[in-house]
């Protein structure tokens, strides 16, 4: 299955160019081109807002409905869409993660791991410190496969905030 990236050739070349002028990519002491996922974030929803909207719009049908654990496709399809809503990082992706967290951290069972775990990976990615106590309450899950999400989490989010770490 193919991907669509941005919203068209232009987009791209904009993008391309505004992340290169901006710092979001740049070379590091290997000479290997590297990526400032923040900062690229916002110049990806800058010029491919649309691919953004509706890479929200298809996390809020999965993540603020009742989900249907019988569903073999569910943890797949929430995979797919925190991946596309940590990529674009839109502030209004964090409540709705947030909202999802809350959901998940009471309920029981092996699909909701899997379905929690992108929820958490798409938190960590997100370079915002909301993040931070719905991840931090996550270690204390019963499952293993969370409290390691909520490790790495910690982990991403620290990697994308590093300046504020320090």
Same mark, same amino acid.
């Given at each position: 299955?193919?991907? +669509?990236?941005?919203? &068209? %050739? ?17 070379? $590091? ?11 690229? @974030? &916002?110049?990806? !929803?800058?010029?491919? @807002?649309?691919? /953004? ?12 409905? *009742?989900?249907?654990?019988? $569903? #073999? #496709?569910?943890? /797949? ?5 925190? +991946? ?6 839109? *502030? ?12 998940? &951290? !009471?309920?029981?069972? =092996?699909? !909701?791991? /899997?379905?929690? &775990?992108?929820?958490?990976?798409? =938190? /960590?990615?997100?370079?915002?410190? !909301?993040?931070?106590?719905? +991840? ?7 499952? *293993? %496969? ?6 790495? @989490? ?6 994308? $905030? ?5």
């Amino acid at each position: 299955m193919s991907k +669509i990236f941005y919203t &068209s %050739l232009t987009d791209m070349m904009l993008t391309l160019a505004e992340c290169y002028e901006t710092g979001a990519y740049y070379l $590091n002491r290997n000479g290997y081109i590297c990526e400032d996922e923040c900062k690229a @974030a &916002s110049v990806l !929803r800058k010029y491919n @807002a649309a691919l /953004g909207e509706r890479a929200l719009l298809a996390c809020q049908s999965l993540l603020l409905q *009742p989900l249907d654990f019988s $569903n #073999s #496709s569910l943890i /797949g399809q929430v995979a797919e869409a925190t +991946i596309a809503i940590a990529r674009f990082k839109d *502030p209004r992706s964090v409540n709705l993660l947030l909202e999802a967290s809350q959901n998940l &951290s !009471r309920v029981k069972g =092996l699909c !909701r791991d /899997g379905v929690y &775990s992108w929820v958490l990976k798409a =938190l /960590g990615k997100m370079c915002n410190f !909301r993040a931070l106590p719905p +991840i931090t309450n996550a270690l204390q899950d019963d499952s *293993p %496969l969370i409290r390691k999400e909520a490790q790495n @989490a910690l982990l991403e989010l620290k990697k994308c $905030n590093e300046k504020l770490w320090l």
